[in-house]
């Protein structure tokens, strides 16, 4: 089973430095590939200073898109996804491997709680896990955690879903159990990273953590989220025209209105839901009959 570690870095040269010398001595024989997303300090020249292909970019395009292009390049057969800034032990990868061996299509390392940068994102990551928890039935353990190993060709299945930015760990692992793949969890224990602080932003991406928990949904089963909307508006019509009719014997427009946007959201959510699964069918088609 040939492997490929990728490495997506920002301004990540001191990581870097304690983590390609342990990677090496974890999976000897692995093929490295550090993607520099337009970092302003020495981030390739240690990478290349320690054995690791270099992919750099002219400007920074986002985590996510550093992900793509690692992936795109990888001649592994499996793919290991880690930081570079030094929070992910290299020596867990053989986990990671054990479980793909068994047999699942993708498997992530699940921080404990010293592993999350602070409590807010804690809190944001558990409050993830719930709710792809419920939308799935299965039990999801760390949605949003960078640190995975994945069967290559099922990976790149759906590099045209990742965006661009950091959600790629929320959209992969939804994609996966949408399509049946099996997916497995690993509990470890993370460090603090090396260097500069997170490049993520709360205030900043507030709006961002947002968007993940609507993209959880569309990804997987828009209907959940959308049927229970319906519903409320649907109880919340018929009860208040029970109330209208019981003191002033009439059908009001509120009555009307609230029905109505039971209805809407309801056509809306089935739209989408079939949206979604020809979307699926669509990439299952693109990787079985790439195009010239």
Do not use: C
Not at 3 to 28: Q, W
Not at 53 to 81: C, E, H
Not at 263 to 281: A, D, N, R, W
């Amino acid at each position: 089973m040939r492997v490929t570690v990728v490495l997506p870095a920002k301004n990540e040269s001191a990581g870097l430095a304690m983590t390609l010398p342990a990677l090496a001595g974890a999976v000897p024989g692995a093929e490295v590939i550090v993607v520099d997303d337009g970092s302003t300090d020495d981030t390739a020249a240690v990478a290349t200073l320690h054995g690791a292909t270099v992919l750099s970019s002219p400007y920074s395009m986002g985590n996510g898109a550093a992900i793509k292009r690692g992936a795109r390049a990888a001649r592994g057969d499996v793919i290991v996804f880690m930081d570079a800034d030094g929070q992910h032990d290299p020596a867990h990868i053989p986990l990671l491997l054990e479980r793909i061996e068994a047999g699942y299509d993708l498997v992530v390392g699940a921080r404990d709680g010293t592993g999350q940068a602070n409590l807010h994102r804690g809190l944001a990551n558990r409050f993830y896990n719930t709710l792809a928890t419920w939308m799935t039935g299965h039990k999801v353990l760390d949605l949003t955690s960078g640190f995975r190993a994945v069967r290559a060709d099922r990976f790149r299945e759906f590099l045209h879903l990742l965006p661009n930015g950091f959600s790629y760990p929320t959209t992969s692992t939804m994609a996966f159990f949408r399509s049946a793949y099996p997916v497995a969890y690993v509990p470890m224990a993370v460090s603090r990273r090396v260097g500069t602080s997170s490049h993520i932003r709360p205030f900043r991406d507030g709006v961002r953590f947002l968007l993940i928990i609507f993209r959880i949904a569309t990804l997987y089963s828009p209907l959940k989220l959308f049927a229970p909307a319906s519903a409320a508006f649907l109880a919340t019509g018929l009860g208040y025209y029970a109330w209208t009719f019981l003191t002033t014997g009439r059908f009001t427009n509120m009555s009307a209105l609230l029905l109505s946007a039971a209805v809407i959201i309801f056509l809306i959510g089935l739209v989408s839901e079939q949206i979604t699964g020809l979307t699926y069918l669509a990439s299952r088609l693109d990787s079985e009959h790439p195009r010239p």
